[in-house]
C-alpha cells in the first residue's frame, strides 16, 4: 500500500514564529487531507487538497502531487496551533484513506 | 447537521466483553469508516462501507464485526474484548467519490475511548 511520511515528528515553536510540515507519499493520489488533532482529540479538517495551493487565514497548504509531496505553512503561529497535524492520502487507485503518523507541534507563549 | 456522532464517548471494558461502537451521519454521505488511533501513531482503518449493505475490510480488522443497514448509521461491533483493543476509535463519513471536493473530503466524529482491562 501507499506509504506516508510526514517531517519533523515535533516541532517546538515560540508564539508568532512560522514553521513549514511536509508530507511525502509514494504513490499517485487523488485525495490529500490536512488535519489538526487538538488537545481534546477532535480531528479538525484543515485542508482538502489534492494538488494546487489553498490559504485559509494563517494557514496554507501546497501539493505538488508530480513530485508527491504536500506542504503545510503556518504562519504567526499561536498557543492555541496546539496539537498533532496529520496528512492523509487515498491513492488513486484505491478507496482507502491512509494516514501519516503526525507532527507534534507545541506552541509555547 | 450534527455530522458524525458517536456514542460511547468513553467505555472501560472487561476481556472478553463484547459491545457495540455506535456511529450515525445525518450528512446522507455514502461512505463510512471506522479507525482507530493508538498513543503516538497516526489512524489506522478498521473497517470501511462504500454504501448500504456494502462493507470491507482495512488495515486492521480482526476483532471487530461491522454491518451498514442503514445510509445513516455503521456500528462497530467488538466480539471479544482484548486489552490490545485499548484505544480511541473515530468514525468518518464522506459523501462519495468522485471529482470535487465534496465528494472527497472525510469528516470525523469526536471519538470513542475505550479501555479494555
Redesign the interface.
Known amino acids: ?1 501507499i506509504q ?1 511520511e510526514q517531517s519533523p515528528p515535533d516541532l517546538i515553536l515560540q508564539e508568532g514564529a512560522n514553521s513549514t510540515l511536509r508530507c511525502n507519499f509514494s504513490d499517485s493520489v ?2 490529500l ?1 490536512w ?1 489538526h488533532q487538538n488537545p481534546w ?3 479538525i ?1 484543515l485542508f ?1 487538497i ?1 494538488s494546487g495551493t489553498k490559504q485559509n487565514g494563517r494557514l496554507s497548504a501546497t501539493t505538488v502531487a508530480t513530485e508527491r509531496y504536500s506542504l503545510l505553512y503556518i504562519s504567526s503561529s499561536q498557543t492555541t496551533d496546539s496539537g498533532v497535524y ?1 496528512c ?1 492520502v ?1 491513492e488513486t487507485s484505491g ?8 507532527t507534534q507541534l507545541t506552541v509555547n507563549p | 447537521n450534527a455530522g458524525v456522532t458517536q456514542t460511547p464517548k468513553f467505555q472501560v471494558l472487561k476481556t472478553g466483553q463484547s459491545m457495540t461502537l455506535q456511529c450515525a451521519q445525518d450528512m446522507n454521505h455514502e461512505y463510512m ?1 471506522w ?1 482507530r488511533q493508538d498513543p ?6 478498521i473497517h ?1 462501507s ?1 454504501g448500504a449493505g456494502i462493507t ?1 475490510q ?2 486492521v480488522p480482526n476483532g471487530y464485526n461491522v454491518s451498514r443497514s442503514t445510509t445513516e448509521d455503521f456500528p462497530l461491533r467488538l466480539l471479544s474484548a482484548a486489552p490490545s483493543q485499548t484505544s ?1 476509535y ?1 468514525c ?1 463519513s464522506q459523501r462519495g ?1 468522485g471529482l470535487t ?1 465534496s465528494y ?5 466524529g ?2 470513542t ?1 475505550l479501555t479494555v482491562l
Open positions: 500500500g506516508v487523488n485525495n487531507q488535519f482529540g477532535q480531528l479538517n482538502y489534492p496529520f492523509a487515498k478507496s482507502r484513506l491512509t494516514f501519516g503518523e503526525g | 469508516s479507525y503516538g501513531m497516526g489512524l489506522r482503518l470501511y462504500v470491507d482495512g488495515e480511541v473515530f468518518a467519490q471536493v472527497n473530503e472525510q469528516f470525523f469526536p471519538g475511548r
